[in-house]
């Protein structure tokens, strides 16, 4: 095998492991020797070829356990969404009937906190260095200015801040479809509004293109276009 198909043989001997474990059923010792044989095959390819810097500094228990989105849509509309984080045991669901926290005490519905003007406003954001030189990192950094306060970090959990009345705005750019569409429901469902920098609805495929990975999200529509007049002079 050339280098760049290598990866098919641990993808092969970890179906291999899975096939003789279903064989063996469950409980037995072919069972449990099939299983670890598995683990070993994925534990050595993410060792040989996986980022193994995404587990290292002071937060790698944290980073390991980082949010899982799962989301679904209707006609390339965001339409249900899903937030969970196993480190703090929440999870934040959106959709036609509502927006809900379900954590280790049971269900509590979520909304968006009122916030009239940018001056008052608790702004979060993943990396500064998400920004791109020039005209994009102008802007964020003129509307980083006005804000109350600037969060770094967070990564998805800003999203479920906005929609628990914790954080009033996020703003990102260079983000990936699967990073942001499952969120939608989720704020939107709290109250709060979701657009690219233009001001348009995020939503699949050659649409969310024209965003260029580049969104706000917010949860109130007053400080959302105060913030929309700056950002999308980018």
Known sequence: LTRQWLFLAPCALGALGLFLARRAGDGTAGFYWATAFTAVVYAAAWWLWGNRQAFM??????????????????????AVGLMDQPYTGERFIGGPSGAFLIGRTGRTPMQARSCTDLDDAVMGATDPRMFAKGGEADAFRT??????????????YNYAMVAMGQMDLVVEAGNQAYDILPLVPVIEAAGGSVTDWQGRPLRAGDAFAQSGGRMIASGDRRIHGQALEILSQA
């Open 57 to 78: 500094g002071p937060k790698k228990l944290i980073d390991v356990l980082r949010g899982t989105l799962i989301g679904a849509m209707q006609d390339g509309v965001p």
């Open 143 to 156: 509307l980083a200015d006005r804000v109350k306060l600037l969060r770094y970090g967070g990564d998805c």
